[in-house]
């Protein structure tokens, strides 16, 4: 079955440098969460979109941004890196509504930032 | 706001141990809760879910009762295996909301199960 694919799977980046992290949903969720998980620590929820409209938004840095596209796929760019935002970066996605019963989560992408 | 508190760990336990992370909650409603299972390396995977109060979730052994009594939703497992080994998160998602549905994750519990 698909599974909610994230890209890339691990990425290095200097500091002050931009990243963009990729995430395309299971066929059919309309919505995605982005997720931070620093070491050692519980997942951080960031961002949310449904119907390609932002539908919540956590503790997401002002240098962060997301939006999602028109097949529904995800991207989070981040800009002026830091070393603290060196993470294991989650995507998942659901069906409306459903994120407690139906969401599932990518493997993730682990940014290191040097 | 909503918040889940779990039990810390790290906890390690023999093969064939009982196991019991405790999980409680503050959410306004009746939320929904579940547990997640992250093992090295890996993302988030659903464990168990519960979506109302005395409801049970259960998955490979490991059961959960959803109590709103005691605002609780303890993970317990009759004998563990080494291949249980991982870190556990309980998780709480508010009632359905439209744009709210987000998950929120307790700190944490690493398991480690040896021979």
């Known amino acids: 079955a698909a599974g909610v694919i994230q890209s890339p799977r691990h990425l290095i980046k200097e500091k002050r440098e931009t990243a963009t992290l990729k995430c395309y949903p299971i066929?059919?969720?309309?919505?995605v969460y982005w997720y931070q998980q620093g070491p050692g620590q519980d997942p951080q929820f960031l961002i949310s979109?449904?119907?390609?409209?932002?539908?919540d938004k956590g503790s997401i840095p002002d240098r962060f941004s997301a939006q999602q596209f028109s097949d529904y796929h995800s991207e989070l760019n981040m800009s002026s890196l830091e070393l603290g935002d060196s993470a294991l970066y989650f995507c998942?996605?659901?069906?409306?509504?459903?994120?407690?019963?139906?969401?599932?989560f990518g493997q993730g992408t682990r940014l290191t930032v040097v | 706001g909503n918040s889940v508190t779990q039990m810390e760990g790290p906890v390690t336990l023999s093969e064939e141990a009982f196991l019991t992370i405790n999980c409680t909650y503050t959410?306004?409603?009746?939320?929904?809760l579940s547990w997640y299972v992250q093992y090295p390396g890996e993302g988030l995977q659903l464990l168990l879910k519960?979506?109302?109060?005395?409801d049970k979730g259960s998955n490979k052994g490991f059961e959960a009762t959803y109590r709103k009594e005691t605002t609780s939703f303890h993970l317990e497992k009759g004998s563990v295996q080494v291949s249980d080994s991982a870190v556990y998160f309980c998780?709480?998602?508010?009632?359905?909301?439209?744009?709210?549905?987000?998950?929120?994750f307790g700190t944490g519990t690493r398991l480690t199960i040896i021979p």
């Open positions: 998942a996605s659901s069906p409306r509504g459903q994120m407690n019963t139906e969401a599932f």
């Open positions: 066929p059919r969720h309309d919505t």
């Open positions: 979109f449904y119907e390609k409209m932002q539908s």
């Open positions: 959410a306004t409603g009746y939320p929904s």
């Open positions: 519960a979506t109302k109060a005395d």
């Open positions: 998780a709480l998602s508010p009632p359905l909301n439209f744009g709210n549905e987000k998950l929120t």
